[in-house]
């Protein structure tokens, strides 16, 4: 690997509560969203859920990410093999976080993927889709949480989900690396650029990004300490 390249800004997308639709090119992965997930637990104190239906829940590489494992700790992970366990996860998601605190980020990869599967037929896989979304939308709702969602195909299938989706970004690769943007293209961020035309693989440069966060966020941590000393 090449290591004379400019030191990236962590410039990831801000996540809103709400429901944002990640669409990512497949030769990323799902690594940029493993991103967003751990940047937002690095600067939130709650718990984050990662519900998974299209068997892209890698937690290797989550764990390669991380920039301690300690954050790991405040990650659960589940994944639906089926379409009836992937409905009854986000059931009973809703019932656990009705009975805690706040998470700091929701994330369900492949919300589609286990309602095309040959288990149930189409028209009934299509209600249990609607049905899936309205969970995901009514928990955003309610706890007011950011929820990170990908799809399996952009199709007439998963329209009723774009639709559902408050935000739209799309996460491309380029010839400097992947690049995230707003789908209605009014934002692009996180461009990677090096010195001398060479590049990083994509793990090691989302990691190095997210381990300039982590020393940004205990930094913060650190003066707000100092600015608020504990009275004894």
Known sequence: MHTRSRRPTADLPELVPGVTLVDVDDDLGVTPVQALLLDRVLSRDGPAFWVDGANRAN???LRELAPADRILDRIEVARGFTAHQHTSLLDRLAGRLDEQSLPSVIVATGLD???RAADVNRELAKQMFIRAIAS???IARVH???IVVTRCHDDDFSR????AAATHLQCRATAFGPRFEDA???TET???HTDDGWMQTTLAYWREVLEHRARMHEASTVERAI???RVQ
């Open 184 to 186: 209605a293209g009014d």
């Open 190 to 192: 996180l461009v990677y």
């Open 160 to 163: 009723p989900l774009r639709r």
């Open 136 to 138: 995901v939308a009514r």
């Open 144 to 146: 007011d949480v950011p």
């Open 227 to 229: 600015a608020s000393p």
């Open 113 to 115: 993927g286990m309602y």
């Open 59 to 61: 937690t290797t590489r």
